[in-house]
């Protein structure tokens, strides 16, 4: 599980397909992908999630589907993420298999040791800067507050919400094992090159870490 | 598997929670219920249909959870009904297990066919009538079609769209192992005696069938 380029696509952010998302954020880098579609009917996602599973295997990047399990295990995918308002995590994982892997959002301390301990694979946590992607995230937590949250845990700890090239550095200084984002390369005209970018950055603070 | 009298959820249309609306119709003489709710978080869904599923089991009465398979899982729901555009068949099965129940929507004679063979365990078919409570359900198909379908499935039909305590009967003579209905009891003021009025009129024409 390399969560160090965790892209999350977004029809909306990026205005091109899924597909062409994924495609050139392989490229880039990304050593993960998460599907995130609200819109379409579940049978789309499937097709759409079966098409990237394909890609994301010849590719060994890991994929994961967003909040919906069904449509995780439907689509072969490597497993699920899921918000505090989603699935609680052991019905997620009764549904795509013990063997696949649930990924779990918190905000905070709390919701992150909770997550944890209810057996989560790994925490997405933030936001960790502010962000227009996902007005709902909340206030941003700061670095101080995330790098807490990454050394307390026991698994492993992607940074979410605002992160850049210009700043990834910090969030895995912080502890990360990894950056997630969304406009940072699926919103910029070349997702490629941008993927590229923000790898480097990442694995540039590492080397130094 | 008892879907003589089926009754769908609708916050909009009743205006009441729906655990308020499935004791109401079971009250009335419900024998199957399905939860239909698009706009609350997944968990906030299970939450309320592990409530339902307690009381359809205390009442011996079938609980399908609509669309989302992973929710139905979750909340120990008898099944999950799909549409055309929802999981196919197959991959919901997976999820809820083969001794669960798998429904699906179907519009026209092809698409009831597909369904059956794909191993449907029953098809809500419709619209029988012309009906307001699900717009994008296409127009009616008439009672001359849903008998077709009705008398040449394998699998049990229930008549769905538009159906009233006036037309019920028509749609039992026509070869259905049930009418399902949304506006027509839970729409209603009083739930319960909605619930019992169409119940009377459909085990009324299964006596003289």
Known sequence: MDLTLYVLTDRQVSGRSHEEQVNQAIR?????????????????????????????RRSGVLFI??????????????????????????????IVGSAKIVGVSAGTVDEALRAQDEGADYLGVGSVFATSTKPDAGDAIGIGTFGRIARGARIPVVGI??????????????????VAVIAAVVGERDIAAAAQRLRERIDAARDRR
Do not use: F, S
């Open 28 to 56: 880039g880098g990304a050593t993960a992908i998460q599907l995130r579609e609200k819109a379409l009917p579940a049978r789309v996602i499937v097709e759409i999630g079966k098409r990237i599973a394909a890609e994301c």
């Open 65 to 94: 589907v967003n909040d919906r399990a069904d449509v995780a295990a439907a689509c072969g995918a490597d497993g699920v993420h899921v918000g505090q308002d989603d699935l609680p995590v052991d019905a997620a994982r009764r």
């Open 161 to 178: 919400g605002g992160i850049t090239a210009d700043n990834a550095a910090e969030v895995i200084r912080a502890g990360a094992a990894g």
